[in-house]
């Protein structure tokens, strides 16, 4: 059957994610599942026999039962904390997401999950104020005091503490491959913004983080931050991008 489409859909938020999450569940943790579950109708079989006085074996297969429940029970536990983590991060790139769509009535061209060389942007948002380069961090609120994080220019700090990760290196290196995607697809150097968006979180600032080339914002906030930039891109440019990086990604898709 030929599909009607001309063309495959764009990625979804968070749809790198969600393939991470059906690769763990059913590659990881089912086939233990049914490893475990298979024994363990054997060893009850083994016991019906010998309940009907038929020469029964069910020591050995019990014992095999159980063993295959134990990794079973393991993998489980292993998956599921995995599984959970990736769902935190998988929501909150959609919660961002859902914010970015506004922008499409201001005339914004907006990319969710853009594949690149082992690694995916959240989200490109391609806009007459600029190109936003925006990558979603999920952390774990805590259950007394305000949820704040100190950004100093340089990185992101949580109790005073900086995580193992730097998200700006992180961000800084995603905004320079896609400037160099465009530069390659389109024939011309464009800018782009690096941009951290923590749900949930507020977001105080130094004054050396006032200067700093990377956005560190509440996603609330930041359609309010792209919709009020001063304009740096012709409308014809927007759509040049936007058809050259939709281009790149049906490419990498197909």
Same mark, same amino acid.
């Given at each position: 059957?030929? %599909?009607?489409? =001309?063309?495959?859909? @764009?990625?979804?938020? !968070?749809?790198?994610?969600?393939h &991470?999450?059906?690769? #763990?569940?059913?590659d990881?943790?089912?086939?233990?599942?049914f490893?475990?579950?298979?024994?363990l109708?054997?060893?009850?079989?083994?016991?019906?026999?010998?309940?009907?006085?038929?020469?029964?074996?069910?020591?050995?297969?019990?014992?095999?039962?159980m063993?295959?429940?134990?990794?079973?029970?393991?993998?489980?536990?292993?998956?599921? %904390?995995k599984v =959970?983590?990736l769902? @935190?991060?998988?929501? !909150?790139?959609k919660?961002?997401? &859902?914010y970015?769509? #506004?922008?499409?009535?201001?005339?914004?061209?907006?990319?969710?999950?853009?594949?690149?060389?082992?690694?995916?942007?959240?989200h490109?948002?391609?806009?007459?104020t600029?190109?936003?380069?925006?990558?979603?961090?999920?952390?774990?609120k805590?259950?007394?005091?305000e949820?704040?994080?100190?950004?100093?220019?340089?990185?992101?700090?949580?109790?005073?503490l900086a995580?193992?990760r730097?998200p700006?290196?992180?961000?800084?290196?995603?905004?320079?491959?896609?400037?160099?995607?465009?530069?390659?697809?389109?024939g011309?150097?464009?800018?782009?913004?690096?941009?951290?968006?923590?749900?949930g979180?507020?977001?105080?600032?130094?004054?050396?983080a006032?200067n700093?080339?990377?956005?560190?914002?509440n996603?609330?906030?930041l359609?309010?931050f792209?919709s009020h930039?001063?304009?740096?891109?012709s409308p014809?440019?927007?759509?040049?991008?936007?058809f050259h990086?939709?281009?790149?990604?049906?490419n990498?898709?197909?």
């Open positions: 059957m030929k %599909s009607p489409l =001309k063309a495959k859909p @764009l990625r979804n938020p !968070g749809e790198s994610v969600d &991470q999450i059906n690769d #763990l569940i059913y990881s943790l089912l086939s233990y599942l490893m475990a579950g298979t024994f109708i054997i060893a009850l079989l083994e016991w019906i026999r010998w309940y009907k006085n038929a020469p029964p074996k069910p020591l050995l297969y019990t014992i095999v039962a063993v295959a429940c134990l990794i079973a029970a393991w993998k489980y536990r292993k998956t599921r %904390s =959970k983590s769902k @935190l991060g998988r929501d !909150g790139q919660a961002v997401g &859902q970015l769509e #506004l922008l499409r009535e201001k005339g914004a061209k907006v990319f969710h999950d853009v594949p690149g060389k082992d690694f995916n942007v959240d490109v948002v391609i806009h007459e600029g190109i936003y380069v925006v990558e979603t961090k999920m952390l774990s805590p259950d007394r005091g949820a704040k994080l100190l950004f100093n220019g340089e990185t992101v700090l949580k109790n005073g995580p193992d730097n700006i290196e992180q961000v800084s290196a995603a905004k320079s491959w896609l400037i160099q995607l465009l530069k390659e697809s389109t011309k150097r464009f800018s782009a913004r690096a941009v951290l968006v923590y749900p979180w507020y977001i105080e600032r130094t004054a050396e006032k700093s080339d990377v956005w560190v914002l996603p609330k906030a359609p309010g792209i930039s001063d304009n740096q891109i014809e440019d927007v759509n040049l991008c936007a990086l939709g281009r790149y990604i049906r990498i898709e197909s």
